[in-house]
């Protein structure tokens, strides 16, 4: 595996945010300092992170940035400056722009689709600040992107799909006919199209297994709903749903109920994320079977930072380990489950 060495970025401090400033004036004025220098004294112990949120589209997405808040504090030595793009690449990119115009000694993104990030992660590499990829990972340019991502962390998306056919395989009968339908997440993001590809490692093998359509759900309870409703007004004989995530579901359940159908029973649900209400689904049996993705990767990333920082290696892919769910060992983790 890849290691790379990091150097701190050891900039001057200055970010001067708004609210610190008003609050400091009056302390300003006493002591006789500008609130540019009051600003570079109250902050210069702290590590600056920018973080560039992609969205809050999921269950699973607010617990990622709640992880990212708490994990990211002054307690901890941090101070964290937060955006959340709103699913849009542009606003990612401006915002990225603004971390590095902050002059922030880490950027950390978790982006929203995997192409069309070179030219930013240039800027940030020629101002020296290193870049740490969360949860979704990006692809560059063959011939120039080495180095301008120091890390990922986050779940490996094509083993969860690969985890997920592999659970209908030995969970159904070999002959068994199997008529598939399958909500994807947001197009071009890795994570759609890692858990389409280890699904698919699987499915392409296998002769009774008939994917009837994939559509984009875009990791929205509405989105789930609506395609279930119209995969259900257009296939009289699914067998089975694969929804790329947990809010997918919960919107596929939901369309299935309003046609008398039992979700769990009458179509085999596959689901991803594993929150906590989704476990509650899988332990009354609504939900096969849910393939986790843990969205708590803030102290994974502060681990990091850490060790750049102390001028340590580290690795450049660091998936977290994840679990799969289903009714015989729901129940342990369900009680600990904290999203
Ligand atoms: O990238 C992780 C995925 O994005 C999660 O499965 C989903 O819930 C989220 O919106």
């Known amino acids: 595996m890849m290691k790379t060495k990091i150097k701190t970025a050891g900039h001057a401090f200055l970010i001067l945010p708004a609210v610190l400033a008003c609050v400091q004036l009056a302390g300003c004025a006493r002591s006789g300092k500008t609130e540019?220098?009051?600003?570079?004294?109250?902050?210069?112990?702290?590590?600056?992170?920018?973080?560039?949120?992609?969205?809050s589209e999921s269950v699973w997405r607010s617990a990622n940035?709640?992880?990212f808040q708490e994990t990211f504090t002054r307690e901890n030595g941090y101070f964290l400056l937060y955006e959340n793009a709103r699913q849009k690449q542009e606003n990612q990119i401006k915002a990225i722009r603004s971390f590095i115009s902050q002059r922030v000694d880490y950027i950390v993104f978790s982006p929203v689709t995997e192409t069309g990030w070179d030219t930013v992660l240039k800027e940030a590499r020629e101002a020296g600040i290193p870049v740490i990829t969360s949860d979704r990972q990006v692809v560059l340019d063959r011939d120039s992107g080495d180095g301008l991502v120091s890390a990922w962390v986050g779940g490996d998306m094509a083993a969860e799909g690969y985890k997920a056919a592999q659970w209908l395989r030995e969970n159904t009968k070999e002959d068994e006919k199997l008529n598939i339908v399958v909500l994807t997440g947001?197009?071009?993001?890795?994570?759609?199209l890692g858990r389409s590809e280890g699904f698919h490692s699987i499915s392409?093998?296998?002769?009774?297994?008939?994917?009837?359509?994939?559509?984009?759900?875009?990791?929205?309870?509405?989105?789930?709903?609506?395609?279930m409703e119209y995969y259900l007004d257009t296939y009289p004989d699914i067998n089975v749903l694969v929804s790329q995530n947990d809010d997918m579901t919960f919107g596929a359940i939901e369309a299935m109920r309003s046609r008398?159908?039992?979700?769990?029973?009458?179509?085999?649900?596959?689901?991803?994320?594993?929150?906590?209400e989704?476990?509650?689904?899988?332990?009354?049996?609504?939900?096969?079977?849910?393939?986790?993705?843990?969205?708590?990767?803030?102290?994974?990333?502060?681990?990091?930072?850490?060790?750049?920082?102390?001028?340590?290696?580290?690795?450049?892919?660091?998936?977290?380990?994840e679990l799969v769910f289903t009714a015989d060992n729901v129940k342990e983790y369900l009680e600990s489950r904290t999203y």
């Open 260 to 276: 008398d159908i039992e979700p769990g029973t009458d179509i085999i649900i596959i689901s991803f994320d594993a929150v906590r």
């Open 65 to 67: 940035t709640v992880s």
């Open 36 to 55: 540019e220098t009051a600003a570079v004294d109250a902050f210069d112990n702290l590590i600056s992170v920018g973080f560039s949120q992609l969205g």
């Open 278 to 321: 989704a476990l509650e689904m899988v332990r009354d049996g609504f939900i096969n079977v849910d393939v986790e993705c843990s969205p708590l990767l803030g102290p994974y990333v502060d681990e990091l930072i850490r060790k750049m920082e102390n001028g340590g290696q580290i690795e450049q892919s660091n998936p977290v380990d």
């Open 204 to 227: 392409d093998t296998m002769e009774n297994w008939n994917i009837l359509e994939e559509k984009c759900g875009d990791f929205t309870l509405a989105k789930g709903q609506e395609i």
């Open 186 to 192: 947001t197009e071009g993001s890795s994570a759609a």
